[in-house]
């Protein structure tokens, strides 16, 4: 069976797409930081649809951990041969000169770094040249990419940027060894990530500036992601998809 490793997959987007995925027949691992029992609710719904599902607590931007997190997912799911790198921080909400260093370099750390140490990892577990089955990669772009977030989080936008770049890029150096990489970019979705960068209400009081004058759910956003994750997306690689609302 299909098994597809979620990294943040405690809550919001990634905990909607482990859900989703189980429903469509993938077995899920939820990695986690903190929160372990919200990252057990998740493993409880994936189980309920018949899947195998297991939660690990591992750092992304560790690279240590980040392996043992694959072996540990490996070892309880069989071989992985989809992954979501949907862990992010936007850090708190404000200007760049009010945002402190250690602040932008764990949004750093954990959306860039992050990503490519989680997706390298992968390649070494999926790419046919190193054994693999092959599989698909997704990452978590943002519309801030282009946008630039400015008064908000721009740090956040420059790593989505990053994310962009490094999507396109895998995707063109992996795409003969079987391994599809694309990314989802959200715009605003209702999810807890507003309340931890200090601005609780801030989906809705976007809702005027976003063409369908409402924010998106974040099942909403893990229906593109599922369906790259799927042989229903099979010559797609490289592409990087809005979610945005039109925004």
Same mark, same amino acid.
């Given at each position: 069976?299909?098994? @597809? ?15 989703? !995925?189980?429903?469509?027949?993938? =077995?899920?691992?939820? *990695?986690?930081?903190? *929160?372990?029992? +919200? ?15 297991? #939660?690990?607590?591992?750092?992304? #931007? ?22 979501? *790198? ?14 402190? @260093? +250690?602040?932008?370099?764990? @949004? ?49 936008? #420059?790593?989505?940027?990053?994310? =962009? ?15 599809? @990489? *694309? ?8 999810? =807890?990530?507003?309340?931890? !960068?200090?601005?609780? =209400?801030? +989906?809705?009081?976007? +809702?005027? !500036? ?38």
């Amino acid at each position: 069976m299909p098994a @597809v490793l979620v990294t943040g997959g405690s809550r919001g987007i990634g905990a909607a797409v482990a859900r989703l !995925a189980a429903t469509r027949g993938y =077995d899920v691992c939820i *990695n986690y930081m903190s *929160n372990v029992e +919200a990252a057990e609710e998740v493993v409880a719904a994936v189980e309920a649809e018949g899947r195998k599902g297991c #939660a690990i607590h591992a750092d992304v #931007a560790n690279p240590i951990q980040v392996e043992q997190l694959f072996e540990q997912a490996s070892s309880a799911l069989g071989p992985i041969t989809g992954l979501v *790198n949907s862990a992010g921080l936007t850090g708190p909400a404000g200007t760049l000169s009010e945002t402190t @260093v +250690a602040a932008i370099e764990r @949004v750093i750390n954990v959306n860039v770094l992050g990503t490519i140490l989680c997706s390298r990892e992968a390649l070494r577990w999926m790419a046919r040249s190193a054994g693999g089955e092959g599989g698909a990669i997704v990452n978590l772009s943002s519309v801030a990419a282009e946008i630039g977030s400015p008064g908000e989080f721009v740090w956040y936008a #420059a790593t989505k940027g990053a994310v =962009d770049s490094f999507t396109i890029g895998l995707a063109r150096e992996v795409g003969d060894d079987g391994v599809r @990489v *694309n990314a989802v970019a959200p715009g605003i979705i209702e999810t =807890d990530i507003h309340e931890t !960068a200090g601005k609780p =209400d801030r +989906a809705k009081q976007m +809702a005027p !500036a976003i063409p369908m004058h409402r924010p998106g759910g974040a099942e909403e956003v893990a229906e593109p992601i599922v369906w790259l994750l799927s042989e229903a997306a099979s010559y797609v690689t490289g592409a990087v998809i809005r979610v945005s609302g039109g925004r």
